[in-house]
């Protein structure tokens, strides 16, 4: 079964063929604006000649007529009373029309008479609030209305949907719609009027009801002519052409005549049609009429014509179609979901599109009524079950993507005929084809533009000079979020509309995934001229993210594949659904296929790592994806490195961004780039330019194992990490080879921990085996702040516990340090000093001084380290070990070369905390003792002279005082 159930009905704009019938217009006209040019001019003329009209006089006694002005109801009221009834103004005297509306406005007051005859004659009723609003316009439909009623057809209309189409039906029967075509629901214009009141006065026809007459299936009356002639004959059968138009497709008929099969003798005959207008004929073509004529000179002459009681009808849409066969077709009818069914009479005719196929046969009744939109109706002539000729209306849908003028082509944006877009070229004559838009207004070729959504309803036979291609341009949207979906109904809650998917769209998801829909997703829908949804946009942009992993479920869930991911948006993963279909570096796959290809572009990326950057890393990678809208969490769309899959048509760039070897780091310079060593490898850029071709920046600082998901961190500008002559285990992806500007930078091992200068230094008073907090077997560090007063009763130990990876083998008691913290636990640590050296931040043996400020007086690593050469008024001159060493007493004169260095002064405060560290004791506790006074351990360190001094680990603010003093004894 098709998947859409229903269509919506066209609105029908009636505008119908003109006839021949005409009038003389009198030489010298009544009215100075109508001329014999003017549209009406002898309608117009006729009824100021019959004095039914009289215009508009001027005080200079010209009169005019207005032909293009609205008309109301009171005035049309009047206009068909005066054609009714001679001496109208004489003759009719009412005082009241029973209106209060009218009956209480002077402005109206002269309409009383007329309406007060109108309403008791049913040619015109008031509202039902009790009201006539006299001076409201009268449409081209309420015109027709009451000028059939006038004319005594009211009893014989048919019941349709819009209420107006059965007054039309018979107004065009008998002559009033001659010459005077209209839009059923626009403003009647006074000449259109003139033209319908004229044919009025001037028809020769007549209804006669006929008593049981199915009103709901042919209209249960009979057209007569007024001057019918004794000698009659009948015939009863199917109409099978009328003039050049056959139910088999093109005929050589007369413009005078028709052609009936006789079901009864099996034999077709021609028919003249008297009287008839032969506009009004084409109707019936493949229908059967019970038809009255005489017989003149071999020639057989239409009198009267009925459908009492033929031409049972049965319309089917096309979503609603379920069973195509030779012989029968089944449906679903409104609200059932059992199927009903269409039999075929054995010799079936189809006109399709308004043109007659020849040589119907079951082959071409599978294909021709296999149709994606519109309907078909079936019409039963004789009413024995079976039907006997079907009306395909459907058309073809376009979302164009180019429209070319000059060959009048149209090119699908999207689906394609093979390997090539579907198009056609609409280069017939002008008289063969129709621009019209969704709401029936004409239109043109240059009103196609691209995202335009056309429908093409094209006869099978087109070069039948009848055939008519009918082009209806929309340009309707429907915008918002995808609030609700009824995939059983194929309908959509947009916003606050329901809209209905059109085949095409259905389609259309199955060829491009990324115009299926998901709840939450914000979309513009382009809509054909039924309301339908044929594509959508949705406002969503590239996106940035790096894989974690693929989440792949068991047993019935299995195709419930979810991508876990940090995206340059958020550094939380995030499990992200994907749509039925998507591309991967252009390719489609279903969620369950996923797997493999990222497996594979994943593993070209490993191969350029080492093994300890490469844990738990089976497909994550840095990937640039789109979903189904900008605040959606469904994937339509992924591009990443190349996988080697042959016809991948995009990929992620990745090779002028990686290092020459895995185990190889950059190095990161302060003007904002990375580098192999002497050589630029890329940069990086925080800023988007159109103009430049420049896309910002995304960093992403991935850990070792890519399972420690609380370890990412990402950024779209520079990070603080990023700091000059810093070395990282890096790769870029989209690298510009002019600008060499990265697009995204992966940092392996994580934004991880990191030592700075603003952090504070600790010593340590001993370490422990534990159990941590993780379960994990670890160490427990027991330490002092070296800023704190440890003194006498205020001594306190700290302790923190160590991730159980951090291996803190070369430390000991009396060791300075700092680390760093994550989730409560040691996980970065570096040796600040010992008692024989001073380190940098990065562990390497340091000179005298070491200084790195980041901040101002909070910078606790400003730390020198060596031997005291004095202390006196507290200042401390202190020179490097390393000289120190190097001098020798060889030659007696030890003093006066350590007089020869220069030292370095050191302020030092009275209230500076002092800790003495003597590696002879036996426990800790009596190796580490603390000093409140720096003044006496000063000075009973340096007493004896330099030689006899310890080394000394002296930490400085920026303003050059002393916060901390060690002493290695």
Known sequence: MKSIKRLTALVTLFVFMLSTFAFTVNADSAFTDVTSDTQYADAIQKLYTDGIVDGYVAEDGTRTFKPLDTITRGEFAKLLTVAKIKDAAANLTAASSGFADVDSDPTVSWTIPYIDYAVKASIVNGYEDGTFRAKNTVSYAEAVKMIVCAMGYSTVIEKTDPWYNGYIKVAQQIGILNQAAGSAEDAAPRGLVAQLICNMTTSNKEITVIPGGNTGTGGGFVIKNNDDD??????????????????????????????????????EATYKIGDLKIDNLYQYLGQYLDVTYTVKNSKKTIKRISTDGLNKTVEVNADDIDTIDGSYLEYYKEGSSKTSKVTFASNMKIIYNGVGVSGVNETKIKSLFDIDNGTIKFVDG???????????????????????STSKTITDKYVKNGNVLKSIKLDMDAENIEYKTSTGSAAQFGSIRQNSVVSIAMPKDTDATYAKTTVIISTATAQGTVNSIDSANDTYEIGSKEVKASQYYLALVEQEPSQEMSRGDVVTCYLDHEGRIVAISSTDTAKYGYIVDVIKPEGANKDDVKIRMVTSASATPTDYSLKSKVKINGFEYSPKEIDTPLFKSASVINANLTDENKQSATYSQPIIFKTTSGASTTIASITTVSAGIDGETDSLEYNLGIPSSPDTMLKYKTGGYFQEGTARKFNTKYTTSTATNTVSTKVFFVPTDRSEEDDYEVYTKAPSKFTDNKTFYVNAFNVDATTKNAEIVVVYGGAGLEITGSMKAYMIKEIKDVINTKGDKAKKIYYYDLLANNTGDNKKVNEVETDGKIDVSNLKSGDIVKFALKDGLVGLINKVCDADNLYDLNGNVADFHINHATGTNGDHYNAYFGVVYSYEDGQLQIVTNASVKDISDTDGNYQEKIDALEP????????????????????????????????????????????????????????????????FK
């Open 230 to 267: 004794d000698d009659e004959e009948s015939v009863m059968g199917m109409v099978t052409a009328v003039f050049n138009q056959g139910v088999e497709g093109e005929t050589g008929g007369s413009m005078d005549e028709i052609k009936i099969y006789d079901e009864g003798a099996g034999t």
């Open 382 to 404: 004789d009413d024995n079950g079976r039907y006997d000729c079907a009306y395909v209306s459907t058309y073809e849908t376009f979302f164009v993507g180019t429209s070319e």
């Open 904 to 967: 370095t002064i050191l302020n030092v405060s009275s209230s500076v905390k002092v800790t003495v560290i003597d590696s002879s004791a036996k426990n800790t506790d009596d190796m580490i003792v603390f000093y409140e006074n720096a003044e006496s351990v000063m000075q009973s360190i340096t007493g004896n002279g330099v030689n006899e001094a310890s080394r000394i680990f002296a930490s400085r603010n920026d303003e050059g005082a002393i916060t901390a003093i060690v002493i």
